[in-house]
């Protein structure tokens, strides 16, 4: 069974610091890796993919990962209380299947 | 329209019931999906298309029903639900059958009394 692992939260951060979101995956193998934000009574939104090892930037928002260690995170710099929403971290296994697993997404609350 | 559509959003119906959900891509995507989110559980993929072809049926009871007439619609039939279906169904479509950069739908709420 190919699982995705994340805190479930709530993680709360003062506006402007930096908030940090970690996943971890069972899968070895696995390709290519997701950042979903989603608002409460919202569909999930694609934010962050990353293929390769190493940090990947857009904006306030820096993916990172580390397949030795099946480990992927996201920084989001200069938290704003518009990025309060649950963040689900997804994982396309090895094979090129079509499936994406998700994990269970950290609940971040940014405080005015 | 633009994006992925779902309707309705909101559903409620009885387990004698029969409904069915729809979802559209206005982003000439050739994969789509249905995914279950139920509270304090992970996004649970239940279907996908490829080319209008289903590769996947995740152990999915068979009151679900899924039909993808072409690339850009894709229905769920439902009938003689229980009240543990209900949940927020999603839609998502993606360009290729890889299954990168999923796009969903703002889903069903559906609530089965």
């Known amino acids: 069974q190919k699982e995705v692992e994340q805190n479930s939260g709530p993680l709360s951060v003062p506006e402007g610091a930096i908030a940090s979101l970690n996943c971890t995956y069972s899968?070895?193998?696995?390709?290519?890796f997701f950042w979903y934000r989603q608002y409460s009574g919202k569909s999930p939104e694609l934010i962050m993919f990353?293929?390769?090892?190493g940090d990947k930037e857009d904006g306030r928002f820096t993916a990172q990962l580390n397949k030795a260690s099946q480990y992927v995170s996201l920084l989001i710099r200069d938290s704003q209380p518009s990025d309060s929403a649950t963040y689900l971290c997804?994982?396309?296994?090895?094979?090129?299947?079509?499936?994406?697993?998700f994990g269970k997404g950290t609940k971040l609350t940014v405080n005015p | 329209e633009t994006g992925v559509t779902q309707t309705p959003r909101h559903l409620v119906m009885g387990m004698t019931n029969k409904k069915s959900l729809k979802c559209e891509q206005h982003?000439?995507?050739?994969?789509m999906y249905w995914y279950k989110q139920s509270a304090k559980k992970p996004l649970e993929l239940m279907f996908v298309?490829?080319?209008?072809?289903?590769?996947e049926n995740n152990s999915v009871p068979s009151r679900f029903s899924p039909e993808c007439p072409n690339s850009s619609h894709l229905f769920l039939h439902l009938h003689t639900l229980q009240p543990e279906d209900s949940a927020l169904y999603l839609c998502?479509?993606?360009?290729?059958?890889?299954?990168?950069?999923?796009?969903f739908g703002p889903g069903t709420r559906l609530t089965v009394l």
């Open positions: 982003l000439g995507h050739n994969a």
């Open positions: 298309y490829n080319f209008k072809e289903q590769t």
């Open positions: 998502a479509s993606s360009q290729d059958f890889m299954g990168n950069e999923q796009f």
């Open positions: 990353i293929y390769s090892n």
């Open positions: 899968d070895r193998g696995s390709q290519s």
């Open positions: 997804a994982v396309n296994p090895q094979g090129g299947s079509e499936k994406l697993v």
